[in-house]
Nanobody
Framework: QVQLVESGGGLVQAGASLRLSCATS????????FGWYRQAPGKQREWVGR????????DYADSVKGRFTISRDNAKNAVYLQMNSLKPEDTAVYYC?????????WGKGTLVTVSS
C-alpha cells in the first residue's frame, strides 16, 4: 500500500526557515518524480516544485525559486522541502506527491503558517 506522510509544518515568523518531510512507503521503483504543492485558504492548490527521480533535477514555481529546495534521501525513503526566507503568503497546507506514468499518489498535507 502506498503511503505519503508529510510532517514538519508549524507556525513561524516571516523570515524563518522550515523543513518539511514526506515519508514514503510502498512506492517501488516506478516513480518518475516527486512534487510539492500547496493550498492557501480559499485558493486552489498550486504547484511548488518537483524533483525527477531519473536525474534528480529540480524545478520550482517562480514564487519560491531561490528560497525553497527539494531534496531526497533514498535510504530513508523521504523527500524534503527546505523553505527559507518564509513570507506570510507562503501560508498554506503543503502536500507532497509521487507520480509514475500511470498514477499519482498524495499525502494528506501539513499546515505551514507564517506570521508577519
Amino acid at each position: 500500500q502506498v503511503q505519503l506522510v508529510e510532517s514538519g509544518g508549524g507556525l513561524v515568523q516571516a523570515g524563518a526557515s522550515l523543513r518539511l518531510s514526506c515519508a514514503t512507503s510502498g512506492l517501488g521503483g516506478r516513480i518518475r518524480g516527486f512534487g510539492w504543492y500547496r493550498q492557501a485558504p480559499g485558493k486552489q492548490r498550486e504547484w511548488v516544485g518537483r524533483l525527477t527521480t531519473g536525474d534528480s533535477t529540480t524545478d520550482y514555481a517562480d514564487s519560491v525559486k531561490g528560497r525553497f529546495t527539494i531534496s531526497r534521501d533514498n535510504a530513508k525513503n523521504a523527500v524534503y522541502l527546505q523553505m527559507n526566507s518564509l513570507k506570510p503568503e507562503d501560508t498554506a497546507v503543503y502536500y507532497c506527491n509521487a507520480y509514475s506514468f500511470t498514477n499519482t499518489y498524495w499525502g494528506k498535507g501539513t499546515l505551514v503558517t507564517v506570521s508577519s
